[in-house]
């Protein structure tokens, strides 16, 4: 990004009308497209780059949360779904619609570069061209792959052959460049019980590092077009469970409840709220867990004191979890409108467990703080390392501890509240580092601001009046949607902001549904990171990140 590019360093973030939107657009807008959540404009494909720097420049829309792309009958569409970092709920659509038969349209890369990734992928699946992309090719399948997977015409039955120059040295014949000191590195494919399978394809300039590609793509799991496939009221709910399958079952589930009681009107009772809520925080801090002990072994090795420590902790929540869901994974806990059950019986047991768990915590966070925050040999590693700016943050569309390691305050249970958040007093952690110990603290942070959410829900829960613990709202049998209605809606996930697109045609399955990953997008801001840095400093900044591939496939 040009410095002339570069967002204003303060924009002011009152709340935008649809018609100032419209005044400040003019002639640009060809129609109106709005979604249930945000005005929506439709625009021409050769002007997306001048709408989209009105928009952030002038109207302070700094955050592209998400791109979806489609394809119709009679055209193909991308959406920017943008907010602002200062108030997620002022929301707006910008729709892009290409003929079918020339479906190319103007790049937003260079307003947002989250939008890389972003339009890589629809061009990947859909078919979609961005002109003007800097590196416009296939992100999740090889490059030698015929057709696009969600595109209308596409034959899942077509053999499909990768030959293995796909796999070939992009430097020449020899690793190393006999004029200089330029090497081409392998980092992986990384074992699936790191943080998932992913290869980095890193440039050295001597021992420093020049350049970072994330090759990803190799675990993609379709769990859009699963649930693309699913109903609404039944079949969906169990598979966000498996997004990022190892820490944030309920956050998950949290995200496809709130998109889909949005999209059908549907009220969930408080008492369910405030499980729901506890439940979500005990999921966070299992997360966190597990990021913490994953981060010590990527930096220093240790696995006998930090791993197992953080192990023993993650292992207490999830044992209230599977006290509560029945599940020690894939909990499959929420429902549209509530929870599946209540609290478990006898109640008085279930919350002496909760507590004994915070007691302890207070102590456990002490002891990782001796061990990791205080360690020597992880504050070298880690400290003025994989550094990420607050506006590279924001341009690049980073969420969660990413986020709030650079100074950027931003968590969608305070700024755009759901749930119970907005009725319990906590925090929102922010470290101004930027680095890669600076993701730690903040991670650390948040399981205290977590446990304060959780005894406070435990509060409320053992005096809620018995014949008023309603878990689930009356939901209706078959949930169908006014045809082409549009919404985007997100949770603030373990790592960031996840978020969910849906579209529906009047039937009980969606039309499509689209996953906004956390893990992608901050997965992105590496090469920021990690470009003038050492190996050790690289390995350091991607586990900072606490992606998982699981995730970022999807």
């Known amino acids: 990004m040009s410095l002339e590019e570069s967002p204003p360093d303060t924009v002011e973030s009152e709340p935008t009308t649809a018609e100032e939107i419209a005044d400040l657009l003019g002639d640009a807008v060809l129609d109106r497209d709005d979604h249930l959540n945000a005005p929506g404009f439709v625009i021409r494909p050769d002007e997306v780059q001048d709408v989209l720097f009105r928009l952030r420049d002038e109207a302070g829309y700094d955050h592209l949360s998400c791109v979806t792309a489609q394809e119709y009958e009679d055209r193909y569409e991308s959406i920017y779904h943008l907010k602002k970092y200062d108030d997620p709920t002022d929301e707006v659509s910008v729709v892009v619609p290409t003929p079918t038969d020339d479906p190319v349209s103007q790049s937003a890369e260079p307003v947002y570069r989250t939008a890389d990734w972003h339009e890589r992928e629809a061009y990947d699946l859909v078919g979609i061209e961005y002109d003007d992309h800097p590196d416009l090719r296939r992100i999740l399948l090889p490059e030698t792959w015929q057709g696009h997977p969600l595109g209308r015409d596409y034959d899942q039955d077509r053999p499909q052959i990768v ?26 494919p990384h074992h699936p019980a790191t943080h998932g399978v992913l290869h980095l394809k890193t440039v050295l300039d001597g021992e ?40 944030a079952g309920l956050l ?43 981060f010590a072994l990527d930096v220093y090795g240790d696995f006998t004191a930090i791993f197992m420590y953080s192990v023993r902790d993650r292992e207490k929540a999830q044992k209230i979890l599977e006290e509560l869901t029945g599940q020690r994974l894939m909990f499959n806990y929420f429902r549209l409108g509530g929870v599946v059950w209540d609290l478990p019986e006898p109640r008085e047991d279930f919350f ?35 550094v990420l700016p607050p506006e590279v943050a924001k341009s690049y569309g980073a969420t969660g501890p990413v986020a709030r390691g650079s100074g950027v305050d931003y968590d969608l249970r305070r700024d755009d509240p759901y749930g119970y958040y907005d009725e319990l007093d906590w925090d929102v952690v922010t470290e101004d580092g930027c680095d890669n110990y600076s993701r730690l603290l903040v991670r650390l942070r948040e399981v205290e601001e977590s446990a304060k959410i959780i005894e406070q829900c435990v509060d409320l829960l053992e005096d809620w009046p018995e014949d008023e613990r309603t878990i689930q709202s009356n939901v209706p049998r078959t949930i169908r949607p006014d045809d082409d209605t549009e919404i985007y809606r997100a949770v603030e996930g373990a790592k960031g902001e996840l978020g969910i697109y849906v579209r529906s045609d009047g039937t009980e399955k969606p039309a499509r549904f689209k996953i906004r990953s956390p893990c992608f997008s901050n997965l992105q801001t590496l090469p920021e990171m990690s470009n003038g840095e050492y190996i050790p400093d690289l390995i350091a900044a991607l586990g900072s990140l606490d992606i998982v591939l699981g995730e970022v496939d999807r």
């Open 163 to 188: 030959p293995l120059r796909e796999h070939a040295n992009p430097l020449e014949e020899d690793h190393k460049n006999d004029d200089g000191d330029t090497m081409f590195l392998n980092i992986g």
């Open 208 to 247: 420093q590092v020049v350049d970072v590609e994330s090759d990803i793509g190799y675990l993609h799991r379709c769990e859009e077009q699963i649930c693309q496939q699913g109903t609404y009221r039944y079949q969906i709910m169990p598979y966000p469970d498996r997004w990022d399958y190892i820490s």
């Open 252 to 294: 998950n589930e949290w995200a496809y409840a709130r998109v889909a009681e949005d999209l059908a009107d549907i009220e969930v009772p408080e008492y369910a709220q405030v499980i729901r809520t506890m439940g979500a925080e005990l999921c966070r801090i299992a997360a966190h867990m597990l990021a913490v002990g994953t």
């Open 352 to 386: 002496e467990l909760v507590r004994d768990f915070l007691d302890d915590l207070p102590e456990a966070l002490e002891e990782y703080h001796d061990m990791i925050s205080a360690n020597e040999i992880l504050q070298v590693r880690t400290v003025d390392t994989g």
